[in-house]
């Protein structure tokens, strides 16, 4: 069994920044792409944000995320980050992580495999 755990969400103001951690345990890929996708409100998609590759060398944004957050990784620790800066209130919404056994940074949703329960950003104005 896979699990995913983020942290680091919160309360920011407006201009701020936040660190989101994603700790993947269990049996895992030997390998995987992680992800970062944002639902902000119940029912709705979730949107893609953020993809990185197995190597880190490969990386994908979402346009209205581009400049502003940065997915990085630490496979000794097993573990996918998601730094926001420049918050604005339209981030706020419920961030998840999601790992896929798909090597290629893949924005679809239906292409992961394993999910995090979420992490609330609400961002201030």
């Known amino acids: 069994q896979v699990h995913l755990v983020e942290s680091g969400g919160g309360l920011v103001q407006a201009g701020g920044s936040l660190r989101l951690s994603c700790a993947v345990s269990?049996?895992?890929?030997?390998?995987?792409?992680g992800g970062w996708f944002r639902q902000d409100s119940p029912g709705k998609e979730r949107e893609f944000v953020a993809a990185i590759s197995w190597g880190g060398f490969g990386a994908r944004y979402a346009d209205s995320v581009k400049g502003r957050f940065t997915i990085s990784r630490d496979n000794a620790k097993n573990t996918v980050y998601l730094q926001m800066n420049s918050l604005a209130p339209e981030d706020t919404a419920a961030y998840y992580c999601?790992?896929?056994?798909?090597?290629?940074?893949?924005?679809?949703?239906?292409?992961?495999?394993?999910w995090g329960q979420g992490t609330q950003v609400t961002v201030s104005s």
């Open positions: 999601a790992i896929t056994r798909l090597e290629y940074t893949t924005g679809l949703p239906h292409e992961y495999d394993h």
């Open positions: 269990g049996r895992t890929f030997s390998s995987y792409t």
